[in-house]
Structures are given as structure tokens and as C-alpha cells.
């Protein structure tokens, strides 16, 4: 079962105390989609500039991913600029150009209208609703969020909450949004929104899920080297809905499981500069990463 | 089997955004000792001065806590106050006194001279290694340490590590020590100075043991409400002891189930202020937690 994610497609340049690199892939639509589709289809829709390499787009035509609803548009596209300190937890945006992605208004192919799974990216909370609305009768929607948003749109974000089965969001804007520092009562606040699922990311820490009585937690997968966090949440994101798509119903094992999967896709992610990791990996590497992490948690 | 820990027991004073404690009972070696007894008989070797409340002393003497080596000195008890902020995951020393602590020189009680288990909580590494020359032979040697420590006597501390079995260490001393910001890379560093088992405390994000070969990961237990944090630490390494002092030999799952008991029992200490938690918790409160932690853990 194919998965739409609208959101973003950028440029980055990345600084991190291993090296540089400059004008990589980037964006959340990206990283999620190259995650997801090592599980089913996905459909991407997004908007770059025309300055937008070639071989980026040969690098996602190469996977189960449909770039129809990629626009390109006058202007160029969309750069993000950021440096990592020694820890790797804490970033720095040191530029930031939105151009082609300022004036984004996505349009979902009419193809894509029957669309049963929906990962709304971190966007403006207002485009993610009228994404929604374009979408007939999704069967499981997910959906990301950013600080940014969380500030400035809180109340059409909470509106956004309503139609959501599945909440992916940090652990700093959880307590933003929630308005809580507690993580717990951030889990059962958000529930209280309208998402079924709650999962509430925390990098290095791993993730937590929370549903209506139940609670799970996951251990990020500990590397000797990281070379770049970029992109992580987003890979995880994919990785959890990949692994959905590929079940039946939204069972609580098959919940956990999913995140298990985009637990070991994220720690392949950060391995590497960009989304580079990301397209070597092979069903054997994932097969190891996956049975290290369940002994990880054995007890 | 008993176990002889040597540490502070001192007067806390802890502000939180939930209230105000004053003098109340603390130190290393009390809730090591608190949380150990639950399991085993606990030989407490501290110092405390001629002020020290003698409803304290009651307390301890309540469970199968040994107070021959409780040292009463001319002088006031050791002080500790401090402050939580909002999240409960940074904290502010506001006054430290050490009193009688200060010329702490422990001195093992013979009859303890053949103890078989040995928990050296955060004192001075050279006194530790000061108990560790008035113990014969024990089976299993565990210590932590502190920030303060590492820096100002990192030799004697090394020097330490290496007749030590199981070292807790929260994750920031951990990087200083090891020098290293990974956590993973640091659990090697450390076990290459001595020890069989490192373990890594994260606080809120629960812990790490590192064994060579082998990794496991414990979540914290999400809590709606953290009422204080202080000896969280020092409870989780009470219960890792206490459990394996029940057992024939420190094997791989032994560890890990001492993990989920040390975290259970830390996850109790922060329900309320300083050790009131600790002196009312029931066999049953600790099975129904251990299973939500397992729950919690399950995949």
C-alpha cells in the first residue's frame, strides 16, 4: 500500500565536527521517502527550484518513488544551513533561504486523491490541513510538527491534531505543545487532541509511543561514531510508516514493531553524511541492525 | 549475602517547583542503603555529626540496615542544598557543607573485613581505595563517581577502576571520563580500564550497561509527576546490588534483570521528597512496577 508524505525537498549544507558537506539532499519529504520506500510505494509531493541537480532526482527515481507531484518551479530551491556541535545534540541553523518553498501551496495529483496513508511532513499546520482536504478518505494519517509552528499556528495545529492517527513529534516541542514538561502527561495531553498514536522522539534517547493505555519505549540504537543527525526524525518517521503500510490493521504489536524499523533506518541515517547511508543499505544490514536492537532490549 | 557500602549520609535541603524539603535525611550511602536492604542486609560505613536527628537513625535502624560503622564526629553532619528547575533534569547546588565529612577517613569495622559485596558510592577515589585495602577478598566491587572527582583526581580514579567489577556512572561523567562525547565509544574506554560491567545512568532517559560484546538499554519508567530527583542514582545502584547480591554470579541476564530493578526502585525514589518513598514501598508495588516496566520494554 503506497504512501503519500508532502513536505519538504532542500539543498543543505551541513557542518558537523567530522567534515562539510555542501548543497546535499536534503528536506523531511526526502529523507522519509527514501526510508519508506525501502518497505512499498511512496508518492512524493513536494516543490524545488529549477536549480535543482539532476542527479538528485535520478537518486529518488532510482527507488519505488513516484515524482509526479514533485513541482519545480521558478527560482531556486529551498536551503538549509546547519552546524553541529561536539555532542551532536545540539544544532545551529546558521542560514536559512525557504525561496521556491515560501510560496509552496501543494497540490496532490488528482491520482493520488484516494491515497490510504498520509505523512503530512513538517510544514505550515495550514497546508498540512489542506492536504488533507484534497485526500478522499485516507485510512491512516501521520503527521510531523516543528517548534516553529507550535508558536505561531498553535490553533490550527490543534485543529490539524483532529484528524491525525498518528503524532510523530520531538521531545522539546511535545512540552511545547502540551505545554508540560513532563513527557507522560505530554503523551496522554496529545492523545486527548485526537491522534490514536503518539510518539514522541527524543535523538540519542530513543522514542516513546503512548496510546490509551499503553506505553512503549525504544532505545536508539548507541553507534561508536555519528556522523551526521540530520534527517534522523524524519528517517524514522518513514521507517515506522514503511513498516505500517505492509500491515493490516494499527494493532499495538504492529506499532512497536514500526518503530523498531524506523529506530534501526535512523541509525543507519546518521552514519553518514546526508542522506548517502541511506542508499547503500541493504535488506541484510537491516536484518543485523533490527536483531541488535531487540537484543538491546531483551530482558 | 550483605553488602557494605561506604558513602555520605547528610541533611538535605531541596527546593523544587513542588515544594520545599528541609534537612531531611539523604546522602549516597542512605539511599544506596534504602534501596539495597529491600533485598539483602546492607552494612552502612559513613560519618554523620552529633546533630544528626536521631529519628534518622530510627529509620535506618527499621530495615536490615548495620549502623555499627556509622561514625557520630564532634561537629555538624555534611549539608547539601539544592534547587530543581521546571524540567527536573537540571538542578543548582545552592550550599554545600561538608562538616564532619570532610575529615571522612572510613575505617572498615572488623567485622565487616570479609564483606563479599562492596559498594564505594561517591566519596574521594583515594578513600575508596582507602575501604578497598581494609576488605580481604570481595566477590563483587562496585563505585561511583562525580564530576568533581574526575577532574581533580583522575589517576587515583583510574587507578580505582581497575579493582572494580561494576562501575555507575551517570552520562555526562561518563563523556568527561572517558573523554569521549559518544556514549557508546565511552562504555569501551571504560570497560578497558577495569571494569566487566559499565553502567550509564541517563536519568529521565533511563540507562545503559555496557559489557564487553554486549550491550542492553533500560528506559526510565515515565512518570506523570517527578516530585524530586535527588539519590535517583544512587537508589538505582542500591537495587542493581541488591538483586545481584541474591544471585550465584554476575551472568549477562542477571545484569539485566538487576537494570529493570535498580529502575524500578529509582522510579519510586522520585515520587516524592527526598527517602520518603523508599521507607513506605510495598512487595507489591515493586512487582506491579517491574511489570510496567517489562511492558514497557516488550516488542
Given at each position: 500500500?503506497?504512501?503519500?508524505?508532502?513536505?519538504?525537498?532542500?539543498?543543505?549544507?551541513?557542518?558537523?565536527?567530522?567534515?562539510?558537506?555542501?548543497?546535499?539532499?536534503?528536506?523531511?519529504?526526502?529523507?522519509?521517502?527514501?526510508?519508506?520506500?525501502?518497505?512499498?510505494?511512496?508518492?512524493?509531493?513536494?516543490?524545488?527550484?529549477?536549480?535543482?541537480?539532476?542527479?538528485?532526482?535520478?537518486?529518488?527515481?532510482?527507488?519505488?518513488?513516484?515524482?509526479?507531484?514533485?513541482?519545480?518551479?521558478?527560482?531556486?530551491?529551498?536551503?538549509?544551513?546547519?552546524?553541529?556541535?561536539?555532542?551532536?545534540?545540539?544544532?545551529?541553523?546558521?542560514?536559512?533561504?525557504?525561496?521556491?518553498?515560501?510560496?509552496?501551496?501543494?497540490?496532490?495529483?488528482?491520482?493520488?486523491?484516494?491515497?490510504?496513508?498520509?505523512?503530512?511532513?513538517?510544514?505550515?499546520?495550514?497546508?498540512?490541513?489542506?492536504?488533507?482536504?484534497?485526500?478522499?478518505?485516507?485510512?491512516?494519517?501521520?503527521?510531523?510538527?516543528?517548534?516553529?509552528?507550535?508558536?505561531?499556528?498553535?490553533?490550527?495545529?490543534?485543529?490539524?491534531?483532529?484528524?491525525?492517527?498518528?503524532?510523530?513529534?520531538?521531545?522539546?516541542?511535545?512540552?511545547?505543545?502540551?505545554?508540560?514538561?513532563?513527557?507522560?502527561?505530554?503523551?496522554?495531553?496529545?492523545?486527548?487532541?485526537?491522534?490514536?498514536?503518539?510518539?514522541?522522539?527524543?535523538?540519542?534517547?530513543?522514542s516513546?509511543?503512548?496510546?490509551?493505555?499503553?506505553?512503549?519505549?525504544v532505545?536508539a540504537y548507541?553507534?561508536?561514531?555519528?556522523?551526521?543527525?540530520?534527517?534522523?526524525?524524519?528517517?524514522f518517521?518513514?521507517?515506522?510508516?514503511?513498516?505500517?503500510?505492509?500491515?493490516?490493521?494499527?494493532?499495538?504489536?504492529?506499532?512497536?514493531?514500526?518503530m523498531l524499523?524506523g529506530t534501526a533506518?535512523a541509525s543507519?541515517?546518521?552514519?553518514?553524511?546526508?542522506?548517502?547511508?541511506?542508499?547503500?543499505?541493504?535488506?541484510?544490514?537491516?536484518?543485523?541492525?533490527?536483531?541488535?536492537i531487540?537484543?538491546?532490549?531483551?530482558?
Open positions: 500500500m503506497a504512501i503519500l508524505v508532502v513536505g519538504s525537498v532542500a539543498l543543505d549544507t551541513i557542518k558537523t565536527p567530522f567534515g562539510t558537506a555542501r548543497n546535499a539532499l536534503g528536506g523531511s519529504a526526502t529523507y522519509f521517502s527514501l526510508a519508506a520506500s525501502l518497505s512499498v510505494p511512496v508518492n512524493l509531493v513536494a516543490v524545488v527550484g529549477r536549480d535543482f541537480p539532476r542527479r538528485h532526482v535520478e537518486l529518488l527515481r532510482r527507488r519505488p518513488i513516484d515524482l509526479t507531484g514533485l513541482e519545480v518551479a521558478r527560482g531556486r530551491t529551498f536551503r538549509w544551513s546547519g552546524e553541529y556541535h561536539l555532542d551532536m545534540n545540539t544544532r545551529t541553523t546558521r542560514a536559512l533561504a525557504l525561496n521556491v518553498f515560501a510560496a509552496f501551496r501543494p497540490k496532490i495529483p488528482g491520482i493520488y486523491a484516494d491515497s490510504p496513508i498520509v505523512f503530512l511532513a513538517n510544514i505550515d499546520p495550514a497546508l498540512q490541513l489542506a492536504v488533507l482536504r484534497q485526500i478522499r478518505r485516507p485510512r491512516l494519517v501521520a503527521c510531523d510538527t516543528m517548534d516553529h509552528w507550535i508558536r505561531r499556528k498553535r490553533s490550527t495545529l490543534i485543529r490539524l491534531l483532529r484528524r491525525v492517527d498518528v503524532l510523530t513529534i520531538n521531545d522539546e516541542e511535545a512540552r511545547l505543545l502540551a505545554q508540560t514538561p513532563h513527557l507522560r502527561r505530554a503523551g496522554r495531553e496529545l492523545l486527548r487532541r485526537g491522534p490514536s498514536a503518539v510518539i514522541i522522539k527524543k535523538g540519542e534517547h530513543g516513546l509511543l503512548f496510546r490509551r493505555g499503553e506505553m512503549f519505549a532505545p548507541p553507534l561508536e561514531d555519528v556522523v551526521d543527525p540530520t534527517g534522523a526524525g524524519d528517517t518517521a518513514g521507517g515506522v510508516l514503511g513498516y505500517l503500510a505492509r500491515q493490516r490493521r494499527l494493532t499495538a504489536p504492529a506499532l512497536r514493531r514500526a524499523y533506518l543507519f541515517c546518521v552514519e553518514q553524511f546526508g542522506v548517502a547511508r541511506l542508499t547503500t543499505l541493504t535488506r541484510r544490514d537491516m536484518r543485523r541492525r533490527l536483531q541488535a531487540q537484543s538491546l532490549m531483551r530482558c
